[in-house]
């Protein structure tokens, strides 16, 4: 195991364990977050858990040109009944991505050092939101971290206070994506809920080759 210093630096991810942990430690400035994500790694720790840096292998992740949409979910995109935004609330979105209970845990990880330090990427314009409104409330998002020159975006969160709110975001923001000529959409870990939409596990090797 890794212990990281104030050295901005990173082990190389083929030393990671098999669970994907590489690095212990250091901090969440912006210099170590960008370093970190152009590296295929990202912070992922519980509030009581020092810093924890992973980079899994497999890597799940979704091509934009092969995001799966269901009829039903097609039919209420043409509704239009909710709205869709980028980048006018980050601060909610990222607040309300913490304050969602998920099944099997007990407490977030979007600690409020998480919170600063992706507000503080925000401000510098690499982190990014989608915001979902319904009747001027917001009702879904999530967010995540932009490499532009890679063409690769990391999902970090989502959230949802209205049935399909934030699937409605998700695929509104994949097919800009698309539009951007993105490359592939960071996802992370395996969740039965990107599968649905298309997303699939790549060795980790395929997936820095994108970096």
């Not at 909610?92 to 845990?105: L, M, N, P, T, Y």
């Amino acid at each position: 195991m890794h212990f990281l210093t104030k050295k901005i630096d990173f082990p190389d991810v083929s030393q990671a364990d098999v669970s994907g942990l590489l690095a212990i430690g250091g901090d969440l400035s912006e210099e170590r977050l960008i370093k970190a994500y152009h590296s295929g790694i990202f912070p992922w720790f519980d509030k009581q858990d020092p810093i924890l840096w992973w980079s899994p292998d497999p890597r799940f992740v979704l091509r934009p040109e092969k995001l799966k949409v269901s009829k039903s979910l097609k039919q209420l995109l043409k509704q239009k009944k909710f709205q869709v935004t980028f980048n006018k609330e980050f601060e909610q979105v990222i607040h309300h991505c913490a304050q969602i209970k998920r099944e099997g845990q007990d407490d977030t990880w979007i600690t409020s050092e998480m919170i600063d330090a992706y507000i503080n990427l925000h401000k510098i314009g690499l982190a990014k939101s989608v915001e979902v409104w319904q009747e001027e409330q917001l009702v879904g998002g999530l967010y995540g971290v932009d490499l532009p020159d890679k063409k690769v975006f990391c999902g970090e969160s989502m959230f949802t206070k209205v049935s399909n709110a934030s699937k409605v975001g998700f695929v509104t923001y994949v097919n800009h994506l698309i539009k951007e000529a993105y490359e592939l959409i960071d996802c992370q870990v395996y969740t039965n809920h990107l599968a649905s939409f298309g997303a699939e596990e790549i060795p980790r090797e395929v997936f820095m080759s994108y970096l």
